[in-house]
Each structure stands twice: as C-alpha cells, then as structure tokens.
C-alpha cells in the first residue's frame, strides 16, 4: 500500500532556540525518524509569522491557529483521502477536523494536551470541572478564542480515527470529557525520553559548579501553568545541612503572560538568601544535558503536565526527582502548593547528599523509539482500514489496537 503520511504540526520547523514546549519538541522527534513523512508547519505551507508564536497574546496567536487551520486544511484536501492519513500534532492548531472527516480522510491526532483541561485550570482555577464545561455546545455563542479549546477539542475527539494520548490519566479525562468517546478509539503511547544529544565536550556546562555542592534543577517554559513559584516560595524553608545549595531555573518565558509571569520569579529569587538561585535562559543540546547530568535534584512543581518529558530526561540522567502531582508525576510526589512540604522533601534529598550517577543509561532512548515505531505501525492500520472499508462499502469500524 503506498501509504503518504500528512503531518500537520504548528511547532514543528522552528529553531531550538525558541521555548514552543513539549510539541515541538516530539514533531522534532518524529520528523527527525519519519524522513519520508510530508511536514505540513507554518513554513512549509507558506504561512507568514510576524512575531514570534511565544510573543503572541491570546487573540493574536488564536489568529495563528486560524490561518494554520485553513492552510492546513487545503493542503490536505488535495491529496488522495484514500492513498493517505493526515497525522494532526495540534489540536487548537490543527485543521478543520470535521471537514476533512467529511471528505473521507481518516486523522489522527496526537493529544499533548487536554486543552479543555488546562483552560479550566488555568483560567478557572479549576473552579468548574472540565468534564462539566467540555458538555457545552453553544459554540456559535463563543468568542473565536474560546471556540479554539472548546469547539476544536470536541470535533476533534469526534472526528478523528485515533487519539493518541501519552499516559492511563490522560486516557480516563477524554472519557469523562466525552462519554460518548469509543474508549478503543484513544491509544496510549508513553514518549520515553526522546532527547538526542552528542556527547558532552569540555566548556559545555557553563557554570563552575564544585564538587561538593548540591544541585537543584528545573527545566521548562517560564509560564504560570508550570509552577516554578512554588519551588523559589519553598527554599527559604529548606535545610542546608551546611551545604552550598544551588538551584538552576532553566528555561525562558514563553507565550500568554510569560514576561511578566518572568519578573515576578526574579523578584522572588532576590528574596532568598539561604540558597544561590541561578537563571539560565533556555538551554537545548549538549549544554541542557551538562546541566542534567550534574543536577541531583530535579524539582517539577508544574500544576499541569499532560506527560513531562523534561522528567523523563531527569529520570534518564539519573537526578532523583520530586514532582507535583500531575499527570507526568514521578519520584517524590508532594503537594508543591505547599511550601513547607516542598521544602521538607527538599531538605531530605540534599541531608543525602551529591547523587553518585554511572550516566550508563542516560541518553538511550528505547522507549521513544518503541512509541514511534508503534505510532507509524497505526497509522498505516488506520488507513488500511479505511481502504478496505471503502472497497467493501462496509459500515463495520476499524479494528482497534491494543491501548498500551
């Protein structure tokens, strides 16, 4: 079957030097190991970004997704629906999914982020359960920014052959979002840890970190959403032991209220004296490796994080970790809206001192490998069973995979 793949993803083809997050971050990944896939991203489709997407406010990057949509969409629709499958890596970003259904092209769509879920978290302090606001179907009564998580998510969840989400919460959220949802239709598919760096060469950790010090590491966007006020309100409560403590805040800000969600993080960091408190910017490559693999701790306050691949880099670099508890929840799960609590499991983890690492395992990356190969494995699944349903003229479903 000569099957063309058509992947739409709104992040993909920007530099490393720009903080888009977790989205890119797997387009990168699979682009890098599907070559022969056809990449439809901003550039390739011609589209004119004026700013930078982490610059933009919220209306102006819902105009974004808007001219993303549309090109997208067309791009699609001049291909053979049954001589491909369109693989969606955005969901608000994405294209017209009822529109392509439709006209017979089967979709895939890869679930970073339950969007209904972080709007009311966000946005609603989860005040109203997203299950309950997910229900709401006065669309056209909407503002186009709002139509963007509500509308988009549900006629993608319905719309779409397969949704594929990283992790059993994820899963169980759509299912209370959209009952009506087959539960066969939502695949899980674990990222693993897909970063890919050479080794470390001398000058690429750039700071001078002694031997003895005990370091402390988060790494992520600066937006609210990721909770690094959390960590920065705990440390004036950790214990030392005597040791120096040095805390390594890496990453930059990056879309809605990122600046200003900056600058109160530094007023913050100012205030604390009992430990160096140290702001990278954003690191990629072979400098964010250095970084991991000197770190002991690495704390991921986040309060919502449909996956966590930073800790999964964490975990493969051998930091012991303490996290929130979200969905990509690992090691030492504390409530990080606690202060106190956060500072005690800080406290514990450096009375043990500098983590001894062997590092042998650190950049393998099986299990993102596992979930690509299981991911292309799908999609031509899913296009052999929309060909032999359109040349029997059967109504019968696809054969659904196995949920992993």
């Not at 491909?84 to 392509?100: H, K, M, R």
């Amino acid at each position: 079957m000569n099957l063309e793949v058509v992947y739409t993803a709104a992040h993909a083809h920007f530099p490393d030097t720009e903080p888009l997050g977790g989205g890119k971050a797997v387009a990168d990944y699979l682009i890098r190991h599907h070559p022969d896939w056809s990449v439809l991203s901003p550039q390739s489709v011609g589209l004119s970004v004026a700013q930078p997407l982490t610059e933009m406010s919220e209306f102006a990057y819902a105009r974004f997704c808007r001219q993303f949509e549309r090109a997208t969409t067309n791009e699609s629709l001049k291909r053979d629906p049954q001589r491909c499958v369109v693989l969606c890596n955005d969901i608000s970003e994405g294209p017209n999914f009822s529109v392509l259904d439709e006209r017979g092209y089967a979709v895939v769509t890869i679930f970073h982020v339950d969007v209904v879920e972080f709007f009311c978290k966000m946005y609603l302090k989860d005040f109203v359960p997203s299950h309950w606001l997910s229900k709401l179907r006065l669309f056209s009564a909407m503002p186009d920014v709002l139509r963007l998580v509500f509308e988009k998510q549900h006629d993608c969840v319905r719309h779409s052959a397969r949704i594929v989400v990283p992790s059993e919460p994820m899963w169980a959220s759509i299912l209370r979002c959209y009952p009506w949802c087959d539960p066969q239709k939502i695949v899980v598919l674990p990222w693993g840890n897909i970063a890919e760096h050479d080794a470390i060469l001398p000058g690429d950790a750039p700071y001078s970190i002694a031997d003895d010090e005990f370091v402390i590491m988060t790494l992520s966007r600066l937006s609210p959403e990721k909770g690094i006020e959390r960590l920065l309100a705990a440390l004036p409560h950790v214990e030392t032991h005597g040791r120096k403590l040095r805390v390594f805040i890496c990453g930059a800000p990056a879309f809605m209220k990122g600046r200003r969600y900056e600058r109160r993080l530094r007023r913050m960091a100012s205030r604390v004296t009992n430990v160096c408190v140290e702001f990278t910017g954003h690191v990629t490559g072979r400098q964010k490796t250095a970084l991991l693999r000197r770190a002991d701790l690495f704390v991921s306050p986040s309060r919502h994080e449909s996956y966590g691949l930073t800790i999964a880099e964490a975990q493969a670099a051998g930091c012991r970790i303490i996290s929130h508890s979200h969905y990509g929840a690992a090691g030492t799960v504390v409530d990080c809206a606690r202060p106190r609590k956060l500072a005690q499991a800080i406290s514990s983890a450096a009375s043990c001192g500098p983590t001894v690492k062997t590092h042998a395992e650190e950049c393998t990356c099986d299990k993102a490998q596992e979930t690509s190969r299981k991911l292309a494995e799908l999609l031509l699944d899913v296009a052999k069973g929309r060909w032999n349903h359109h040349q029997a003229g059967s109504v019968a479903p696809f054969a659904a995979p196995e949920k992993h």
